[in-house]
């Protein structure tokens, strides 16, 4: 490994363990809560070190949610383009998002639960080349093919992927803040609600 190549690496090294402890402390003590200098002094650098990555807090935080959205983005590629069956990978994908919160409880929870973003982060996670509008743009791909082969019956596509977003996110959101619930068999729960919410919708 040449000098170049090294040095890149221990940047980007650097840059991973400030956005994994930004991570800890967002969930810890609440975005509002958290300077640059906190976040700085945890992994033993000053301020300055993180205003070479990072714009701001609110850009620290932004790129926190794009990475996320990325490895979800990733994850539902795993499905390939195959759409020939759309309501087999609809509800593959619906499963896949609940696993993936589970998996990364604390991505999961810093992306769509404790951070109230500032305005300006909140623009750009909305703008049609981030991360997060690709991960929904997958989900309204499916749901729009569901309609197009009449498997579904005929629905406006944006409510829809919405209304089926906001289902597998209250799951997930449920599964990862309540653990000590008494819940059924998770597997079975998640087969059922996502079944239940795709019936529903059936022609």
Request: net charge negative; charged share 30%.
């Amino acid at each position: 490994m040449g000098i170049k190549e090294r040095q890149s690496r221990q940047k980007e090294m650097l840059r991973q363990e400030i956005l994994d402890a930004a991570r800890e402390l967002f969930i810890k003590e609440g975005y509002e809560n958290v300077s640059m200098r906190k976040i700085a002094e945890r992994i033993e650098y000053s301020p300055t070190t993180i205003y070479i990555y990072f714009k701001d807090k609110s850009d620290l935080l932004y790129h926190l949610c794009e990475e996320t959205f990325a490895k979800l983005v990733k994850e539902f590629e795993k499905l390939g383009d195959d759409l020939s069956d759309p309501v087999a990978v609809l509800k593959k994908c619906g499963r896949i998002y609940i696993e993936f919160g589970l998996k990364y409880p604390n991505h999961y929870n810093v992306t769509f639960i404790l951070c109230i973003e500032p305005d300006e982060a909140r623009g750009k996670h909305l703008s049609e080349d981030s991360m997060g509008m690709k991960a929904f743009g997958y989900l309204r791909k499916i749901v729009q093919e569901c309609v197009k082969q009449k498997k579904f019956r005929e629905v406006d596509v944006e409510t829809t992927s919405q209304a089926l977003w906001s289902g597998v996110h209250g799951l997930t959101s449920l599964l990862i803040a309540h653990p000590e619930f008494p819940w059924v068999d998770r597997e079975r729960l998640i087969d059922f609600t996502l079944d239940m919410m795709i019936e529903g919708l059936k022609a």
